[in-house]
């Protein structure tokens, strides 16, 4: 990217009369701090951007980044990484560390993240900025859909989940540096390489980044194509329990006696282990998968049952674990063993007085554009980085400030909405200019 100066002043002959008239008005919004710079001038410079935003999409979604991909995860990770030097960032790849909390679908090489540090800020308030390059997409698939911009829409895999997302944080920057906006004490970016596998690398660092700065804003998408504009409080607790039966091989018809059936003894700790679920606290436990045997005419020596748990307490981990713990105990063949695996893939993001505040203060900077916010505080099954960023902070932590689209983890047709671009940019160099001017 060219120095961004030179960026601004290509626009300067559309932006300059508004902006002009806008800055004549600035002493009527002078009393909210989000009067940085007028509302006008940053919806000029919003319009202006999106084509650029449109250019790193295309860019980003012709990089196939699936989480399990290193080599793609490594070549986007160097385009974001320029991208945000270019800004003016102080840049740093961060490899996976020893921190790294394995689980069953972890790969054996995990993709880096991208830190990136803007200082020299004259304000208060410091802000992290997180989105993920990873994406559920094994590598060839782009081939059956490019990027393609129809109407008002560009479609491209992963360009919903989270493609958007880093690229409406670089182009948020490249407006506010375009402006001149110093207001700020600083701003953090995060974009990490392993958000669809739970964040395996990325979640400790989430959590002591999230620590140190006064607000965080998350970046997944922000609602559906027909609008409105989502924001996200609140998200679920993510957790998988994997039951293993080992039981012992033998012929199904000649020597039934002498096997142990691993899928009789499976079956007695699923039916004795489904009633887990408390909707009235949020919490649910479905075994969903399960697999055993090798052949028909072979007592399965082997059986394993996984249930997708899902809570709104952090606590509720536990519980959940003990439980399966104290009723594996109890089996129905004795000559089994029976194993459990529990895994905490994410943890709950919860409604806080202070991300309520944060909210607000949203809906009323997006209403000033005519942007109808929506604040979701109930958390809709769905987990995010966010949840990672809030546990160790009373900080806001707020989710959705992407663009809207579609067609998240679906093997077609995922798209962002074109007419949601600007106004999201509006809203998010709006919010860091007021969060920067507070801590
Ligand atoms: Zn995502």
């Given at each position: 990217m060219k120095p961004l100066t030179s960026r601004f002043a290509r626009l300067l002959p559309g932006v300059l009369p508004s902006l002009l008239l806008a800055l004549s008005a600035i002493s009527a919004h002078?009393?909210?701090?989000?009067?940085?710079?007028p509302l006008p001038a940053l919806q000029a410079l919003a319009a202006q951007e999106q084509p650029a935003l449109l250019k790193t999409l295309q860019q980003l979604v012709e990089i196939?980044?699936?989480?399990?991909d290193r080599q793609g995860l490594d070549r986007i990770a160097a385009v974001v990484s320029q991208r945000l030097k270019d800004l003016g960032g102080e840049v740093t790849l961060l490899e996976p560390g020893a921190d790294l909390y394995r689980?069953?679908?972890?790969?054996e090489k995990v993709g880096p993240m991208v830190l990136a540090r803007f200082k020299?800020?004259?304000?208060?308030g410091k802000v992290l900025l997180i989105a993920h390059m990873d994406t559920v997409y094994p590598r060839g698939m782009l081939a059956q859909q490019p990027f393609r911009i129809e109407g008002q829409r560009a479609y491209g895999l992963g360009i919903a989940d989270d493609k958007q997302g880093v690229a409406t944080i670089l182009h948020v920057l490249a407006m506010l540096k375009a402006t001149g906006w110093?207001?700020?004490?600083e701003i953090t970016v995060l974009i990490n390489g392993d958000e669809e596998i739970?964040?395996?690398?990325s979640r400790h660092r989430i959590t002591q980044l999230g620590g140190e700065h006064d607000a965080v804003l998350s970046f997944e998408?922000?609602?559906?194509?027909?609008?409105?504009d989502i924001l996200r409080l609140a998200t679920s607790g993510i957790g998988a329990a994997t039951l293993s039966v080992k039981g012992r091989a033998s012929?199904?018809?000649?020597?039934?006696?002498?096997g142990v059936n691993a899928l009789y003894e499976l079956s007695h700790q699923v039916l004795q282990a489904?009633?887990?679920?408390d909707p009235k606290v949020g919490r649910q436990v479905h075994w969903t998968v399960s697999r055993s045997g090798v052949v028909r005419n072979m007592i399965p020596p082997t059986a394993e049952a996984s249930a997708d748990v899902r809570v709104e307490r952090v606590e509720d981990f536990d519980l959940i674990e003990a439980e399966l713990r104290k009723r594996i105990?109890?089996?129905?063949?004795?000559?089994s063993e029976v194993s459990l695996s529990f895994e905490r893939r994410r943890p709950p993001l919860h409604a806080t007085p202070a991300s309520r505040a944060l909210g607000a203060t949203l809906t009323t900077l997006a209403a000033e554009q005519g942007l109808a916010l929506v604040v979701r505080d109930?958390?809709?099954?769905g987990g995010t980085d966010a949840a990672f960023a809030a546990a160790a902070t009373r900080a806001p932590v707020v989710e959705g400030l992407g663009v809207r689209g579609f067609g998240a983890h679906?093997?077609?047709?995922?798209f962002v909405q074109l007419d949601s671009i600007a106004p999201k940019l509006v809203l998010v160099a709006r919010a860091l200019m007021a969060l920067g001017a507070k801590p």
């Open positions: 002078a009393q909210t701090p989000a009067a940085a710079v196939e980044s699936g989480s399990s689980m069953f679908d972890t790969p020299g800020c004259q304000g208060r110093k207001d700020c004490g739970s964040s395996p690398a998408g922000g609602g559906g194509p027909e609008g409105p012929h199904a018809g000649a020597a039934p006696e002498r489904r009633d887990l679920s105990q109890n089996r129905l063949l004795p000559e109930v958390p809709t099954g679906s093997n077609q047709a995922e």
